[in-house]
């Protein structure tokens, strides 16, 4: 603002008189603002002269000011873009950690009450003692499991038991056995508390694996539901 004040008067002083007040504010001008006056021949020249070569000079200064605010502008302006991208970055830095943190203490959660519930003493999902009705419906569907089983060619219960995994099988002197299964086959020597889940399992592989349709099928799928209601 300065500098366009003085130009001004420059302008004015080529026109008019007196010029002594004038260049002495030039000469201050120029002691503040440190600019170099070395080389400037017109300086010992008229007055006339003295006031066009400072208005020269003072021109050149006042467009390199104005070039250098126009640089300093744009710097401003790209710190001002690149400060935008950093905060837009720290509010999404920001949301993601507030994110995980939820996560973190959901799982943390979790976990407390999943060793909680491992702490507890496990109970026996299988019932002690059942009903007789419901204890000879058991022997009754894996009789009819394996019955609609063997309609199958070269089928039996060792195939069963081995194809399944569901029933152990033995070797006693060359013959496998399945004592464990032949126990489900007979009320008298079926467990107190059988494993009635292996039972429904067994009778859910053979309706996968043995597609006849017939009327075993049938009353399989039956039994099964009506078991189905009553354990689980």
């Known amino acids: 603002m300065l500098l366009s004040k003085l130009i001004a008067q420059v302008k004015l002083t080529l026109h008019s008189r007196?010029?002594?007040?004038?260049l002495i504010k030039i000469d201050r001008f120029y002691l503040?603002?440190?600019?170099?006056?070395?080389?400037?021949?017109?300086?010992?020249?008229?007055v006339p002269q003295r006031i066009y070569g400072h208005f020269v000079l003072l021109t050149r200064e006042l467009q390199r000011s104005h070039s250098a605010l126009a640089a300093q502008q744009q710097q401003l302006q790209r710190q001002t873009i690149l400060l935008d991208q950093h905060q837009q970055q720290q509010l999404a830095l920001k949301d993601r950690i507030h994110q995980l943190e939820r996560l973190v203490a959901k799982l943390s959660q979790e976990q407390q009450q999943w060793l909680a519930d491992a702490q507890k003493p496990q109970q026996n999902t299988e019932p002690k003692q059942l009903q007789q009705k419901t204890r000879q419906e058991l022997v009754s569907a894996m009789n009819l499991a394996l019955k609609y089983w063997q309609s199958?060619?070269?089928?039996?219960?060792?195939?069963?038991?081995?194809?399944?995994?569901?029933?152990?099988?033995?070797?006693?002197?060359?013959?496998?056995?399945?004592?464990?299964?032949?126990?489900?086959?007979?009320q008298e020597t079926l467990p107190m508390s059988p494993r009635w889940r292996r039972v429904l399992h067994s009778i859910d592989y053979i309706l996968q694996h043995c597609q006849i349709e017939n009327l075993d099928r049938e009353k399989l799928i039956a039994l099964q539901?009506?078991?189905?209601r009553q354990l689980y």
């Open 152 to 186: 199958q060619p070269q089928e039996n219960k060792v195939t069963f038991a081995t194809k399944s995994g569901l029933w152990r099988v033995y070797i006693d002197r060359g013959t496998p056995q399945t004592r464990t299964l032949d126990k489900y086959l007979n």
């Open 225 to 228: 539901q009506k078991l189905s």
């Open 32 to 46: 503040r603002q440190n600019l170099p006056l070395n080389g400037r021949e017109w300086l010992d020249g008229s």
């Open 18 to 22: 007196p010029f002594s007040a004038l």
